[in-house]
Every structure is written in structure tokens, then in C-alpha cells.
């Protein structure tokens, strides 16, 4: 589970080159010797202990759909809430991560930060959109992650996108997948046209998601799609097929089913980490009174609560943790481990 990060310094060594010198030859000591290469040796990682680290607390996996001067439904939200919660996400340690991330437990962020998942559903055109000259529009959700990271440079600008049929508005969409894809964003299954899996019949499930999957190898051959979101976070009757199945003689496979759920993802090397089964958190508001589990509610509970919280130990080839956090390690991960 997971890549292992090898801390290995490679030193630069100047070399001294002596030659014989006979007649009128210069001695080797007149020569300019050329500079010696800049080491490369990098630090190791800290003490899990000293930066708290915790990777078997939770992860927030953030689901966003449009991005509109004025909200008309609960999934809504602002260009400046979205910036603001860019804001937060940076101030309180969040680091972005992918969401085939997550569900390998390739979990890679400088210790003593948490993993965050920005995931965007529907391909609203809200969410990415590109100039004519090809730059990416600076009021998409998209465009205003990529100028966050320019002041936040250690946040990279990265986010998975679970697309459907006419991706952004853009037809096909062939020129603003492979753009997304460039820049290192995940492109995720959706379904094509959005469809409630949970109330049509087996072979039409299969068929949402193989031409819904169509329409991203279609535009970027080479990518491999290895997540999705479920439409209105409903499973097929036959869950099983959210994950595999075969339509009109292509298969699908996905690692990683995402829910519409209410609560961080527990860690990926956590007993209680399904991959098919990863809630998600609505971004939203709240007025600090009654629970109403959106970003704001969990960024809150998790600011107060700081040992519920995914927190990196700067090495992905390790599992870290409080001793006393053993009983909810992943057997599987039981190699990796390393209580404190």
C-alpha cells in the first residue's frame, strides 16, 4: 500500500584530475578547475512525534459542484467562498491530494500537514472553462485554484474532476481534458448523462459508465480513470456494478466508489477505510448551531478535535501514529507501521 520514499543523499564531489606535464605543458595546479555540483542531500523527515503525526485519522474529501455570483441551491457556492475556503484550507495545515491518492495510500504532504480531497462534480462550466488563447478563464474554480496557488506556492493546484457527457460545455471536451490533465488533475467516471443509478436496471448502469468512461478515454487516451462519484451519491441495486462491470464489450474497473456522504473519509490505512464506500463533505457554511455536516461544520469539529485529523508524518513510506491508535490500524498496513 502506497509508494516508499527512499532518503537517498546523492553528494556531489568535485574531481581532482592530475596529469602529467612534460615540456611546455602548464602544470595541472594552473588549470580552472570546474565547480563542484550542489549536493542534492535533502533532510530527513522529523520525529512522528514531534509534528503529531497521525495517519490514521481522517480525511476531508470536499464535493463542490457550481461556483455562481448568486447561490439558488444548497450545492451552490461564490467565487469568494470559494477563495475563502481556500483561505482556511491553507491556514489550518490542509494540503491538496487526489482522490486516486487517497485510495492508493499515496499519501504524500510535508509532516505536520493533513490531506484534503477537492473534488468537483458535473463539469459545470462554472468549474473550468478555456480562453481562446487556451489560458484557463480566471473566474472558473479552476482558474482561481491555479491564482491561490501562485500566492500559496506549497499548495499545489490540483483537484479531481468527475466528469460527464459534454464535459464543460465544450462538446467533446478533447482540448480541456487534456489541459486538466497536464496540470495534474484527476479526471474521474460520473456516468454520462448523470443518471440515478439507483433506479434503472443493471445493463443501463453498465452502459452510464462505459459511455460515460468513453468520453474521457475518447479525449485523453492515455489516461487511466480509476475513480468515481456516484450521481446523487445513490448505488446501483446490484452494488457491485459501481465498481466493475461490462457494457457493448468494454469492462470498467474503479478502485474507488465516492459517495454524496456527511463526514470525513477515514485514513486509507485505517480498518475502516472502504475504498467503494468514501463519503464526502458538501462545501458550506454553518451558523455554529445545529449540525449540518458541510465543510464548515467539519473544518470547525476537526480544528477543535486536531487528533481526529489525518496529520502526515513527511514520510509516505510510513505509517505513523499514537501508540494508543494501534487497534485501528489496516492489518494490510501492518508492515508501514510505526506507533509512538
Request: aromatic share 8%; with cysteine.
Amino acid at each position: 500500500m502506497g509508494l516508499t520514499r527512499r532518503w537517498a543523499p546523492v553528494l556531489g564531489v568535485g574531481m581532482l584530475a592530475l596529469s602529467a606535464c612534460t615540456g611546455s605543458l602548464p602544470f595541472a595546479s594552473d588549470k580552472k578547475m570546474p565547480p563542484s555540483p550542489p549536493t542534492t542531500e535533502q533532510p530527513p523527515p522529523p520525529d512522528p512525534a514531534s509534528v503529531k503525526a497521525n495517519e490514521l485519522g481522517g480525511v476531508p474529501v470536499l464535493m463542490y459542484h457550481r461556483l455562481v455570483p448568486v447561490p439558488k441551491a444548497e450545492y451552490d457556492r461564490t467565487p469568494d467562498e470559494f477563495r475563502a475556503e481556500l483561505e482556511r484550507l491553507y491556514d489550518s495545515g490542509y494540503r491538496p491530494i487526489l482522490a486516486r491518492d487517497l485510495v492508493a495510500g499515496t499519501i504524500d504532504v510535508p509532516a505536520g500537514k493533513s490531506p484534503v480531497v477537492l473534488t468537483f462534480d458535473d463539469s459545470t462550466v462554472s468549474q473550468y472553462r478555456l480562453n481562446p488563447d487556451g489560458t484557463v478563464a480566471a473566474d472558473t474554480a479552476v482558474g482561481i485554484l491555479i491564482e491561490f496557488s501562485k500566492t500559496h506556492p506549497d499548495f499545489r493546484p490540483i483537484a479531481t474532476m468527475y466528469v460527464n457527457g459534454n464535459p464543460f460545455e465544450a462538446g467533446a471536451g478533447t482540448a480541456e481534458l487534456q489541459d486538466l490533465v497536464r496540470r495534474g488533475f484527476e479526471v474521474g467516471a460520473h456516468t454520462l448523462t448523470h443518471q440515478n443509478l439507483g433506479i434503472t436496471d443493471p445493463e443501463n448502469v453498465q452502459k452510464e459508465l462505459v459511455r460515460g468512461l468513453r468520453t474521457i478515454t475518447g479525449a485523453v487516451p492515455d489516461t487511466k480513470v480509476v475513480t468515481m462519484a456516484l450521481p446523487f451519491g445513490v448505488r446501483p441495486k446490484d452494488k457491485a456494478l459501481a465498481s466493475s462491470g461490462t457494457w457493448d464489450g468494454q469492462s470498467y474497473s474503479f478502485d474507488g466508489v465516492f459517495l454524496v456522504g456527511s463526514e470525513p473519509s477515514p485514513s486509507p490505512f485505517a480498518a475502516s477505510f472502504d475504498p467503494l464506500n468514501i463519503p464526502r463533505i458538501r462545501s458550506g457554511s454553518w451558523d455554529g448551531k445545529k449540525s449540518n455536516f458541510s465543510s464548515a461544520f467539519w473544518l470547525d469539529a476537526l480544528d477543535k478535535r486536531p487528533e481526529r485529523r489525518y496529520v502526515s508524518d513527511g514520510d509516505p513510506g510510513r505509517v505513523s501514529f499514537p501508540s494508543a491508535e494501534q487497534d485501528k490500524l489496516d492489518p494490510a498496513a501492518a508492515d508501514r507501521a510505526q506507533p509512538y
